[in-house]
């Protein structure tokens, strides 16, 4: 089976978006509302994708549809529409965003000073979330020291490599440990996208 993540473009999905974003999944429109940085890095430097599904509107629908078993549509689909989104909204492929967020979390002592430095003492989580994460790729690349002929090009070739390099699938109980099941219908389905996605960690 090819995982989304194999499939993630390299280079960042454009145009980055800002706001509420629409989507049309089999002819039925979603969306994901905009969200502030803080949050996207928190789900961004954990992979959790799933958090981001929980926040599309319409995401009762899913679960509905995920308990269908005469329904298609699968956690494949969902896992690879979100991710989709979530590459618009950073101009990012989801590899390269997630470990950027990561870096982000690890090294935050050091990177909100340095932006408030050059940014004219702005807070980056007040900025939208393709900025944060575009700032962060600058100063690691900044950061490459250069070879024995004084250039960064090898380096920097291979910070690309180990940034955008594909990610493996995440843990199914770190994915789903936070579902709410709001009603009895939906613990069916909250069943089976667990049953799917223990499916999908296999493969």
């Given at each position: 089976m090819t995982t989304p993540d194999d499939a993630a473009p390299t280079?960042?999905?454009?145009?980055?978006?800002?706001?509420?974003?629409?989507?049309?999944?089999?002819?039925?429109?979603?969306?994901?509302?905009?969200q502030p940085a803080d949050w996207w890095i928190g789900v961004l430097s954990t992979s959790d994708w799933w958090?981001?599904?929980?926040?599309?509107?319409?995401?009762?629908?899913w679960c509905l549809r995920l308990a269908d078993v005469d329904d298609a549509f699968d956690l494949d689909d969902v896992h690879?529409?979100?991710?989709?989104?979530?590459?618009?909204?950073?101009?990012l492929s989801w590899p390269a965003a997630v470990r950027l967020a990561a870096s982000i979390r690890a090294q935050w002592l050091h990177?909100?000073?340095?932006?408030?430095?050059?940014?004219?003492?702005?807070?980056?989580?007040t900025m939208p979330v393709r900025r944060v994460l575009a700032l962060m790729w600058h100063?690691?690349?900044?950061t490459v020291e250069p070879?024995?002929?004084?250039?960064?090009?090898?380096?920097?070739a291979r910070l690309e490599s180990q940034v955008w390099a594909p990610l493996a699938l995440p843990d199914?109980?770190?994915?789903?440990?936070?579902?709410s099941v709001p009603d009895p219908a939906e613990e069916a389905a909250f069943s089976a996208a667990m049953n799917q996605m223990a499916a999908l960690t296999r493969t």
């Open positions: 280079e960042p999905a454009w145009p980055p978006h800002t706001g509420f974003l629409a989507i049309d999944v089999d002819a039925e429109p979603y969306g994901l509302p905009e958090a981001i599904a929980q926040k599309v509107d319409g995401f009762d629908t690879a529409i979100t991710l989709a989104l979530a590459e618009h909204v950073c101009a990177f909100d000073p340095w932006v408030a430095t050059e940014c004219g003492g702005t807070d980056p989580l100063l690691l690349r900044a070879d024995k002929d004084g250039k960064t090009e090898q380096g920097i199914s109980t770190d994915l789903l440990d936070d579902l």
